[in-house]
């Protein structure tokens, strides 16, 4: 069994920044898709970016230009640095490995002045 532990979450105003961390407890070769979900109340939980095992990365509209997904490799973590955050970008955020679907228990972001 894998772990996925998120941490960063938490209260920002709008207009600035959160870094969250995602640690896993194995490799990240372990997966081929290491990815960022968020689920806000009352919604269905949706992607906000992708690393894949060769670097590439991927990003929902809403994150395009605002926010970078990145991994450190020798720490195995990956990362999602969230700038310009915005009311709506609150949500529980999880961090997810496939293709064996693992998912951390999520860390919540809050942006609100």
């Known amino acids: 069994q894998v772990r996925l532990v998120e941490s960063g979450g938490g209260l920002v105003q709008p207009g600035g920044s959160l870094r969250l961390s995602c640690a896993s407890s194995?490799?990240?070769?372990?997966?081929?898709?290491m990815g960022w979900y968020r689920q806000a109340p009352g919604e269905q939980r949706e992607l906000v970016a992708l690393?894949?095992?060769?670097?590439?990365?991927n990003y929902a509209d809403s994150a395009k230009g605002r926010f970078t997904i990145s991994r450190d490799i020798a720490k195995n973590t990956v990362y999602l640095q969230m700038n310009s955050l915005k009311s709506e970008d609150t949500a529980v955020y999880y961090c997810?490995?496939?293709?064996?679907?693992?998912w951390g228990q999520g860390t919540q972001v809050t942006v609100s002045s």
């Open positions: 690393i894949t095992n060769d670097g590439s990365t």
């Open positions: 997810n490995g496939r293709p064996q679907d693992y």
């Open positions: 194995r490799s990240l070769f372990t997966f081929h898709v």
